[in-house]
């Protein structure tokens, strides 16, 4: 089969690190090839070699037998190569259409021809199987049909090779699925397609051939069809991981969070949390599922006293926490790993001892008086370093200079460290790699084991089977139904996270969207 | 062994950092002073090849106007003095994310304060200038407080607050002056101060004073205050990041009151031993005392730092000490403005620069 793409001996140095050792990878023509790898192994600096957002320091690249210098985006677009970020880059006011001319607006004399850019567009999107409508405006359409327009808007400028970073993060399960059937007809089509992923469920169903990077080289491409689950965790991480979170039957003790009726608005002072109820036991995990953007980010807020609630009732561990400080929330004894780490849970230019102590800073013994103790603050974080197995080459280092799963690890490290009757973790394996997610989930099992009550919010359906003791699925800012894990299955919760209730046959799934 | 190891790499790597921070404030002092060497070649009509004879002129005369004798090095450590107040006030909003353009306007109300409170006879020395400085440090802390407060729990732009309000200080400086029993009737100044209120002086006929000691002492105690202690780890936390300060429980309202009336107060009582040491009576104000505005600019070549603060207010302070020793030489005094504006451009374009590339470094972070 023809080479589309060919990268050879690819290596790019970043000041103290080198994220690509001199990286071989290629990619067939129609086919669908994912590049396997946990987070900072390497996998997206290559692919922003690729498409001209990093120049490398050495090796050679060949589109279609020819050997090419990609300075930028627009050279890489010229020779038909598109990428999807992981993070969306459109504008929310304008329609789909004029989101995919931007740019390269057909034009009639000095008008921009939107009747040809509409038809073209609806063109391009019936070819595919897309179904999106292009005079709809982005703000108004969902998560899953952006991700859509974005692969349009590379399609519309000619690509035939497209880089899609992470696609399925933001996705639910069913969205993941007409994913999966686009990038099929895409390969109908003759069009090469990148995955970039670390979701070895996925890889198994979606792909031709795996690339796998660790530590910025390659261990190994694979055709899909001839391994398995196990030998691509393997190959990722380098050693045999446990993808099944072990744990024993929960033991239920007391009440430690109980809330009643509870509202909140969202930013733009929409009601986003409707009348939720929900008691959390401890010595258990309840997770929360739900499609991003139901409610769940402004709840975990205003549990945790970062958002004003409306009206309601918080009570925990016996103490009325409804409306108050973060600080007093804190106090009763309630620990919480933020969604967002690198704009809550860090400081990012703060030293790791420094992000150590956050929250308890002025606990003793970390400090006395207005004084800190740094020297005890040192050896606090060099504890929670050693014990949490975060790699860094001190307690020194800013913050920012971690790897994402070092720092989620730090946050882990600190929030459990604060002994908390109630720890509140929202998402708290988002971006992470196959090890620590492993290890983040044994400490979160732990945790229950030792009595605590976890609240899991989590995006990723297959984190809260893993883990949930019972699950509860938030929808339009309620919680629509609480059912325990031994009665829930994939496919129960898809029909609730969409809003669908489950006295209907599951067979009526089909209208709910 | 290992332990003198580590010791001796931890030596390196603080020597590092701190080379590595000094290196963009030095760069810019040097591209200063190598574009100002052309003014001077223009005044002094040199041609092209005598550059490095009118190098020689501007350090000689910068030299000898800032520290040539006795004199003029009680001049400029009098204008030292001064700069380092205002200089790590500011240093303290910048730290906290604040930008006090206030300072001016605290200034002068720690001046008047510090009149006021210095003619009150019949005091003991020590007693009597400690009242002085306490008068400062609180009218400046309350000036300084209300446009944080209005910040904090209205939202109200720190700038467009502190801006209004120096004019506003400046007019009810003029009003106490010149309209209340405080000012001495038709000489539009108050009174000079009470012997007892006086700071002492190194000579007699210069305003150089003791309260020099007294700005490094405050510039190394907000050192400690920022770094060593729970006030310093929440001002600065507020400041790089307040959504993560405020999950960590720090109120972000509360510090930046703090920090705002920390700031004032500081340029409160730089005010105060102004008018304690040197000028010994507050005459009415034309404009505002030029000590806030190049405050800014020495926090802003120190990185906001309180203990380089007192580096870079001597360089300022020398800089202005010796404008006159300049003209007097067929210098422009004006070439003294340019050395420090272009300090400033280059020390700016250091925070634009890191700005753009950690943007960028985000950005390539987050598809991770």
Request: hydrophobic share 45%; with cysteine; proline share 3%.
């Amino acid at each position: 089969m023809e080479k589309v793409i060919e990268m050879k001996g690819i290596t790019k140095i970043f000041p103290g690190t080198v994220a690509n050792d001199n990286v071989n990878f290629e990619l067939l023509k129609g086919e669908t090839h994912v590049l396997l790898g946990e987070n900072g192994a390497g996998k997206t600096t290559l692919m922003n070699i690729l498409y001209g957002l990093y120049k490398q320091e050495k090796g050679e690249i060949y589109v279609s037998g020819n050997l090419v210098n990609i300075s930028t985006p627009n050279d890489a677009i010229k020779l038909g190569i598109g990428m999807v970020h992981q993070h969306f880059m459109l504008v929310h006011n304008f329609t789909v259409a004029q989101n995919i001319i931007l740019g390269i607006e057909p034009k009639k004399g000095f008008k921009i021809d939107m009747d040809k850019a509409n038809r073209e567009v609806k063109e391009i999107s019936e070819k595919y199987g897309f179904a999106i409508e292009p005079t709809a405006v982005i703000e108004d359409i969902s998560v899953g049909q952006q991700q859509r327009v974005e692969i349009l808007k590379a399609l519309y400028r000619g690509a035939e090779i497209l880089i899609l970073d992470e696609p399925t993060a933001v996705l639910t399960p069913k969205e993941i699925k007409e994913l999966e059937t686009i990038i099929r007809n895409l390969e109908k089509e003759g069009k090469s397609v990148i995955l970039i992923t670390h979701k070895l469920k996925e890889v198994m169903s979606m792909s031709d051939r795996v690339t796998i990077i660790r530590r910025g080289a390659v261990t190994g491409t694979v055709k899909t069809k001839e391994t398995s689950i196990d030998e691509l965790a393997q190959l990722m991480v380098g050693r045999k991981v446990n993808l099944t979170v072990e744990k024993n039957p929960s033991v239920i003790r007391g009440e430690i969070l109980k809330i009643e009726n509870l509202c909140a608005n969202d930013q733009r002072g929409l009601p986003a949390v409707n009348n939720l109820n929900l008691t959390v036991y401890g010595g258990e995990i309840l997770g929360i599922a739900g499609i991003d953007g139901n409610g769940q980010s402004e709840f975990v807020e205003v549990l945790t006293g970062l958002r004003k609630p409306k009206s309601g009732k918080i009570t925990i561990n016996d103490k009325n926490t409804y409306g108050k400080s973060p600080r007093y929330i804190m106090s009763v004894g309630v620990g919480h790993i933020p969604e967002d780490r690198q704009k809550r849970g860090l400081i990012l230019t703060y030293s790791l001892f420094e992000n150590s102590v956050l929250g308890i800073h002025k606990k003793n013994p970390f400090s006395k008086g207005i004084v800190m103790n740094y020297k005890e603050v040192r050896k606090h974080c060099d504890e929670l370093i050693r014990e949490f197995d975060i790699r860094t080459p001190s307690g020194d280092v800013t913050a920012e200079s971690l790897s994402g799963g070092n720092q989620q690890k730090l946050i882990v490290a600190r929030e459990i460290s604060k002994d908390p009757e109630l720890l509140i973790a929202a998402q708290p394996t988002r971006g992470l790699d196959v090890g620590a997610i492993e290890y983040i989930h044994k400490r979160l099992v732990e945790e229950r084991d030792n009595g605590r009550a976890v609240l899991l919010v989590s995006l990723e359906l297959d984190e809260i089977l893993a883990l949930s003791d019972r699950i509860a699925v938030m929808y339009d800012g309620k919680i629509v139904d609480i059912l325990k894990r031994e009665d829930a299955t994939e496919q129960k919760l898809g029909v609730l996270m969409a809003g669908g209730t489950l006295q209907q046959t599951p067979k009526g799934v089909k209208d709910n969207e | 062994m290992s332990k003198l190891e580590e010791k001796n790499n931890e030596f390196i790597n603080i020597a590092r950092n701190t080379l590595k921070t000094l290196a963009f404030p030095l760069f810019s002092i040097v591209i200063s002073i190598f574009v100002a060497v052309f003014f001077v070649m223009w005044a002094k009509g040199y041609s092209i090849f005598q550059y490095f004879s009118a190098l020689g002129d501007l350090f000689g005369l910068i030299f000898k106007g800032g520290f040539g004798n006795t004199r003029v090095t009680f001049v400029t450590l009098s204008e030292v003095t001064p700069l380092i107040f205002t200089g790590v006030a500011n240093a303290v909003a910048f730290k906290c994310g604040l930008f006090n353009i206030g300072v001016a306007g605290q200034f002068i109300l720690g001046m008047v304060a510090a009149a006021i409170v210095g003619t009150v006879p019949g005091l003991n020395p020590i007693i009597h200038t400690i009242l002085m400085i306490l008068a400062g440090f609180i009218a400046g802390g309350i000036w300084g407080a209300i446009p944080g407060y209005l910040k904090a729990k209205v939202g109200t732009h720190e700038v467009i607050n502190t801006i209004m309000m120096n004019y506003i200080s400046m007019a009810l400086a003029n009003f106490i002056i010149l309209r209340t029993a405080f000012g001495v009737a038709g000489k539009s100044s108050t009174p000079d101060i009470q012997k007892s209120a006086q700071l002492h002086r190194f000579v007699t006929g210069s305003g150089a004073n003791i309260s020099i000691f007294l700005a490094i002492v405050v510039a190394i105690f907000i050192f400690w205050l920022l770094w060593k202690t729970i006030v310093g780890y929440e001002i600065r936390a507020v400041g790089i990041n307040p959504h993560a300060a405020e999950y960590g429980g720090i109120n972000i309202a509360k510090n930046i009151i703090l920090a705002m009336a920390l700031s004032g107060a500081i340029a409160g009582v730089g005010g105060a031993t102004h008018v304690a040491g040197v000028l010994h009576n507050v005459k009415d104000f034309m404009s505002l005392p030029s000590y806030g505005f190049d405050g800014i600019a020495v926090a802003l070549l120190a990185k906001s730092n309180p203990i380089g603060c007192i580096a870079s207010a001597l360089l300022f302070g020398t800089l202005n000490s010796s404008s006159r020793t300049l003209q007097l030489n067929g210098i422009p005094k004006e070439i003294v403005y340019l050395i420090q504006a272009i300090i400033i451009i280059f020390v700016a374009t250091d925070y634009i620069v890191k700005y753009f590339s950690e943007k960028k470094k985000k950005g390539a972070f987050t598809n991770e």
